[in-house]
């Protein structure tokens, strides 16, 4: 049974999300603050967290970087705030999705499962042959989900990883921003450049020797993304 952290002040938010998640057979924990969130973290096991932007003592934004410090677990913010500036800060700092309220509770339903699948299939090594692809320095163990550049270990999260992947995978084709988001997000593309654009800066700060002369993921202007074939 997956562990889900749900951390909002509105505690009427907490439960409705609670009652949603636990039809779904999720065992919930609950949060107030960030920093309650925090403690929860560091003595449970959690397999995902939904964490509110705007909350007393330690905000999610906060919060949400803290936890990144440690944790690669998957996480979905949540805020009252529509503006495309919220949800590329909480794409920048760490969250792996972002859902603004109010929302419909069937759609962060399907949101949780698609992290939690994505996760899973990240740890659990034995889903995948030991396969290895590399391009120059940059070395993906897929079985060990591992990546290495020049031989130094880089932590990604799910997402980062997934994308990263799906490049590696297919050296020299060129993916436009809607495909790699309906790939690896398995949801319609509205509105994704920006969540992907900030995913794929993410990467190559974590790969790249200098982010702004990339070695390994290219931009076409006007088409996309793709690693060269070596």
Request: net charge negative; with cysteine; aromatic share 6%.
């Amino acid at each position: 049974m997956n562990r889900i952290l749900v951390c909002d002040d509105d505690k009427e938010i907490v439960e409705a999300i609670e009652i949603y998640l636990q039809q779904e057979g999720y065992e919930i924990l609950k949060a107030f603050d960030g920093e309650e969130a925090i403690k929860i973290l560091e003595q449970e096991e959690v397999d995902l967290l939904i964490i509110d932007v705007m909350m007393p003592r330690l905000d999610g934004i906060h919060a949400t970087l803290k936890i990144r410090e440690k944790s690669s677990i998957p996480i979905i913010m949540l805020s009252a705030k529509s503006e495309d500036s919220d949800k590329i800060l909480g794409l920048n700092i760490g969250a792996d999705d972002y859902l603004t309220k109010p929302f419909n509770p069937l759609e962060l339903v399907a949101r949780v499962k698609s992290q939690l699948r994505r996760y899973t299939k990240l740890g659990n090594a034995a889903e995948s042959p030991g396969v290895l692809y590399q391009s120059g320095g940059l070395l993906i163990n897929d079985d060990l989900k591992e990546v290495t550049v020049d031989g130094e270990l880089v932590k990604l999260t799910p997402i980062e990883y997934n994308i990263l992947l799906l490049l590696m995978k297919n050296q020299g084709k060129v993916f436009s921003i809607s495909e790699i988001y309906q790939k690896i997000w398995n949801a319609e593309a509205i509105g994704a450049d920006n969540t992907v654009a900030v995913h794929i800066r993410h990467i190559r700060e974590k790969i790249e020797i200098n982010p702004k002369e990339p070695r390994y993921i290219k931009v076409v202007w006007g088409v996309g993304y793709k690693i060269d074939k070596v």
